[in-house]
């Protein structure tokens, strides 16, 4: 009986206020647990606004020590409760002043494993990211949950293989990429670059986006989160482009190691030749 | 280079192999003597041209007819000749013999080879007035043709949105002229609607995991989709499915109906709307027992229904607003379809992997959907069988309608099942039979039938002195009447009835028919 892994991600709107937004996520923790979901990931800076639309100094508050601040402890008591992994993007504070774009990973029995920084930070219209961020060196973790081993590549790293190839070669089978991205030029790509991620590095890829316009700006998030398998098949259906919704799919871990066996990426692939890829 | 053999002339165009087998061309007995390998190159029109510099007068597809008489003598300008030609992309060039060439001149032969340029002479020369005239007239007919066949389709499909043709009708349009089946799919590529001969539209949804799963998409195969959207915004696909005909034929169809669907969707139907018909048209399907429930499952599949190892719970929720629900499945991560049926009743049929606890989620969603209101939701048992599921929808509805019967002070559960309705479900089922009316009818025949000297109120108060289980006082109170006052109703009912309402089953038989009566009228 090969392993499926009940995993799940979930796209929501901006409340209006911080603690509305935590509660929110509670929710769904707890709606995904009810359907059995092993994991569940949420997007990008999940308890905010998307407030890089702006440079205002005053959305710092927003950040949080990882894992010693109260997102953190509270996400955690609730996993122990429901006994689920949870994968909390979050802004974090390292010391005022040193701030960086984290994800948080909490095992099922509520345990902190670590955290994943954001590596390449955008500065451009509607995501002046950098106003915000220090760029992290995580070295890559993979995260070994009670779900399977998870990575996390945030946002606009998607548009960089380097890491999806370091978190495949350090062994991870599911990887989730909590986003913001908004209609325009790049929404096309937003089915585009995952799928082939998945497919360059045979593992699972569960995508999240937000859903709706804030008040900071007009950038319009529209959500369609998936899970693409290592084929780059969509698993199940997209979600809604406007509405709040739990993704929850089941994932057969047997997939990752059929298409691994039949397409020999990993044992192909020529480190030897990539030098200049590393050259400053 | 440009590889154009495997590449089938555009339906305006015809190919340069075409062109060579018309009857009047056969006559000068054409010879290919470069280029044969690019026969099937499209040729958009075709040109008359002895001048040296012939590019500058070209703007590409043109095959170019020659005499070559500014051409003899200067090998070089022979040269140059075929070379400007396909600096300007021409199609080919035909050179008649006999004025200034008696054979193929070899430096032209070998220009042409080089550049990949078909090169015919005609052997026996003839007026290229002719040939231009016989090409030119089949290449305006071939666009004519198109332009009627687009103008056709448009006129045919705004005439139906202007009548308020709902949106099968201007799929089956579509359908008619593709001859193909026709697909019309969400963003997440949830089929919405199907037109085309049926048994290959199931062919198609029996694949449709496969097609629809792939990112991306691959036009190849007669697969032809056209994007629907406006403002900015992309709503959902229109997709030809295994088109025979040529491709930009199936593209033109498939533009005019986006542009259709489009407008449909502008002029009040919306993306929500058409899917909530799709689920509509499935769970009515599935529920009238007109198609069998196994032919059904390409649809519910296609629909973004999971329907492999799965259990479903069919619910029916009275004055439910189906986008709300929608929208709750969502937040709560469940699939299921969800679509308004007859009366006030909206139908959700849920679906649960094996291992979930597909009672205790169902009680999650009718939960959530109670906060804040007070909707009855009606539950079927679970079904683990495709096959079970239209009996399934038939007996969450009779729930619902019982429950609609049942006094607003009673007791229900948020997931109202068969068991809670009891004996109300059962004459609710019952009500149909014949001899369950005349049951009623005679029971109750002395309040029904009225009479000048009775009381209207009689009927409402036996409904209510049984219904309170015989408490007087209760009953008295709840009429507004005092106990002397009820007394003297009650009387009134025993005599015309002919009953003695202290006897336990007398009692029980009114109630009964009185049920009965109602479930009736209901």
């Known amino acids: 009986m090969s392993r499926v892994v009940r995993a799940a991600v979930f796209q929501t709107a901006w409340t209006g206020d911080k603690e509305s937004m935590i509660q929110v996520h509670e929710q769904a923790a707890r709606d995904a647990a009810a359907q059995g979901a092993q994991v569940l990931c949420f997007q990008e800076l999940f308890y905010g606004p998307y407030f890089c639309q702006v440079q205002d100094k005053a959305f710092y508050e927003y950040a949080e020590q990882i894992p010693d601040g109260p997102i953190v402890k509270r996400f955690q008591a609730l996993a122990k409760e429901l006994g689920i992994v949870l994968i909390l993007p979050m802004y974090e504070e390292e010391q005022p002043g040193v701030l960086y774009n984290t994800a948080a990973v909490i095992d099922a029995d509520g345990s902190y494993l670590g955290k994943y920084r954001k590596t390449h930070i955008p500065q451009v219209e509607g995501f002046w990211e950098k106003f915000y961020f220090r760029p992290g060196h995580s070295d890559w973790p993979v995260f070994d949950t009670a779900a399977g081993k998870i990575g996390v590549y945030i946002c606009y790293d998607r548009h960089f293989p380097e890491g999806w190839r370091a978190l495949g070669l350090a062994g991870a089978e599911i990887v989730f990429n909590p986003s913001a991205t908004s209609r325009g030029l790049s929404a096309y790509l937003w089915q585009l670059e995952q799928p082939a991620a998945a497919v360059a590095n045979e593992y699972f890829v569960g995508a999240i986006n937000r859903v709706g316009v804030e008040e900071l700006g007009d950038n319009d998030f529209y959500g369609t989160s998936y899970f693409v398998d290592p084929e780059a098949q969509f698993v199940g259906e997209v979600a809604s482009d406007k509405d709040t919704e739990l993704v929850v799919r089941d994932l057969d871990m047997a997939k990752l190691r059929e298409v691994r066996d039949r397409w020999q990426f990993y044992r192909d692939r020529a480190p030897g030749a990539y030098t200049p890829l590393t050259a400053p | ?522």
Not at chain 2, 80 to 109: K, N, Q, T
Not at chain 2, 207 to 222: F, P, S
Not at chain 2, 300 to 317: D, E, H, I, K, S
Not at chain 2, 340 to 362: C, I, K, N, W
């Open chain 2, 1 to 522: 280079m440009t590889v154009t053999t495997a590449v089938p002339a555009p339906e305006t165009a015809l190919s340069v192999r075409q062109i060579l087998a018309l009857e009047r061309v056969v006559a000068g007995e054409p010879e290919v003597v470069a280029g044969a390998g690019q026969l099937d190159r499209p040729v958009r029109w075709v040109h008359v041209a002895e001048a040296a510099d012939v590019g500058v007068m070209l703007s590409g597809g043109e095959m170019v007819l020659t005499t070559g008489v500014l051409l003899a003598g200067d090998v070089r300008i022979q040269t140059e000749y075929i070379r400007s030609l396909d600096r300007a992309e021409a199609a080919a060039v035909v050179l008649g013999l006999g004025r200034a060439f008696p054979a193929p001149p070899e430096s032209m032969r070998r220009a042409a080879e080089r550049c990949g340029m078909p090169m015919v002479v005609l052997h026996r020369p003839f007026p290229f007035a002719e040939l231009t005239e016989e090409v030119q007239s089949r290449l305006v007919r071939r666009k004519f043709a198109a332009v009627s066949l687009s103008e056709a389709v448009r006129t045919a499909l705004t005439g139906l949105i202007t009548t308020g043709a709902p949106l099968q009708r201007l799929l089956d349009e579509i359908a008619g002229h593709s001859a193909c089946p026709v697909i019309l799919t969400n963003l997440a590529h949830r089929v919405l609607a199907t037109a085309g001969e049926r048994s290959a539209v199931d062919d198609v949804l029996r694949d449709w995991e496969r097609i629809a799963r792939q990112a991306g998409g691959n036009e190849g195969d007669g697969w032809i989709r056209a994007d629907i959207g406006g403002r900015g915004e992309q709503w959902g696909r229109l997709v030809l499915c295994g088109y025979r005909g040529d491709i930009e034929t199936g593209r033109l169809l498939a533009d005019r109906g986006a542009e259709a669907l489009v407008l449909h969707r502008m002029l009040g139907g919306t993306v929500a709307a058409w899917e909530e018909q799709s689920a509509q048209s499935l769970l009515t399907d599935l529920v009238s027992g007109v198609v069998p429930a196994r032919q059904l499952l390409p649809r519910a599949r296609a629909a973004g229904l999971p329907v492999n190892r799965r259990t479903f719970v069919p619910l029916v929720v009275r004055d439910g607003d189906a986008p709300q629900l929608g929208r709750i499945l969502r937040l709560l991560g469940l699939s299921g379809l969800v679509a308004e049926l007859a009366d006030g009743y909206t139908a959700v049929l849920l679906s649960f992997a094996r291992d979930q606890d597909a009672d205790a989620l169902a009680a999650h969603f009718a939960a959530r959907l109670c906060t804040g209101g007070r909707p009855v939701v009606a539950a079927a048992a679970p079904r683990t069988a495709w096959d079970d599921v239209p009996a399934g929808v038939s007996e969450a509805l009779h729930v619902a309608e019982a429950v609609a019967d049942t006094p607003a002070d009673q007791d229900l559960p948020m997931l109202v099942r068969l068991r809670d309705v009891r004996l109300r479900g059962l004459v609710r089922l019952l009500r149909d039979d014949p001899h369950v009316q005349s049951f009623a009818e005679r029971e109750l025949d002395g309040l029904l039938c009225g009479g000048g000297d009775g009381d209207p109120d009689l009927l409402p108060v036996l409904r209510t002195y049984l219904a309170t289980g015989r408490n007087k006082s209760r009953t008295a109170q709840l009429h507004h009447v005092s106990r002397p006052a009820l007394y003297r109703r009650l009387e009134a009912i025993e005599a015309r009835l002919g009953v003695d309402l202290d006897d336990f089953e007398q009692a029980a038989s009114l109630h009964i028919a009185l049920l009965a009566h109602d479930a009736q009228r209901g």
